[in-house]
């Protein structure tokens, strides 16, 4: 199913916000290919995938380094600070034997190294993603990762087909396919306006 550009940036205009960065316009577009070159047709999937990036991005939609820190670094120091804080309770961007870090990368934050393993072997690139942590910032292994994990269930278990079927249409609640409840009802509201963008 192929989305209309003109019509869905002219609604997001009025539904979010009525002037976009050329680096937003990339990101949505990089989405918006994802899903026209996809077999895929249920637009509340599509809709409640746009929330998220939206949401994890803190509105940017450009894959970010984990507490928007600008370099690895930062990323790393902002998660020990949470960990020695108490309010987390491993230190998963601790390097690891290999010298890599697996603090939180991409559109939505993928965490640890063995889901990294995981994510890769589902992209089909092997061991390339745990290698190469830092591929979760690029922009079209970022769109990957959201729409295989949001699909298959490969963060929490749960996917986009619990709570978007022929039966069932449940915004708030989906929230459980990335992290529990955290701003369930807000990313709820934007996935309504997003799936008006796309109407």
């Known amino acids: 199913m192929t989305i209309d550009r003109k019509k869905f940036f002219d609604s ?4 979010f916000q009525p002037t976009l960065t050329q680096i937003q316009v990339d990101g949505y577009n990089a989405i918006l290919n994802y899903w026209d070159n996809s077999s895929l047709s249920d637009l509340r999937w599509l809709a409640y995938a746009l929330a998220t990036a939206y949401h994890e991005t803190g509105e940017l939609i450009e894959p970010v380094r984990e507490g928007f820190c600008k370099t690895d670094e ?21 390097p690891e034997p290999n010298g ?7 559109l939505v934050q993928l965490t640890f190294a063995g889901n990294y393993k995981k994510m890769g072997e589902a992209l089909g690139i092997g061991t390339r993603l745990y290698e190469t942590p830092s591929l979760a910032l690029d922009l079209n292994t970022s769109v990957n990762i959201l729409f295989k994990g949001m699909i298959d269930g490969l963060f929490t278990g749960r996917g986009l087909a619990h709570f978007f079927n022929t039966t069932t ?7 459980q396919i990335i992290n529990g409840m955290d701003k ?7 996935a309504q306006r997003f799936k008006h963008c796309l109407s």
């Open 184 to 190: 369930a009802d807000t990313i709820a509201d934007y």
């Open 100 to 106: 890599k870090s697996y603090f939180g990368r991409g």
């Open 169 to 175: 249409t449940d915004w708030i609640d989906a929230r």
């Open 12 to 15: 997001y205009r009025i539904q």
């Open 74 to 94: 930062g990323s790393i120091q902002a998660v020990t600070d949470l960990y020695n804080r108490g309010i987390i309770a491993e230190n998963y961007a601790a």
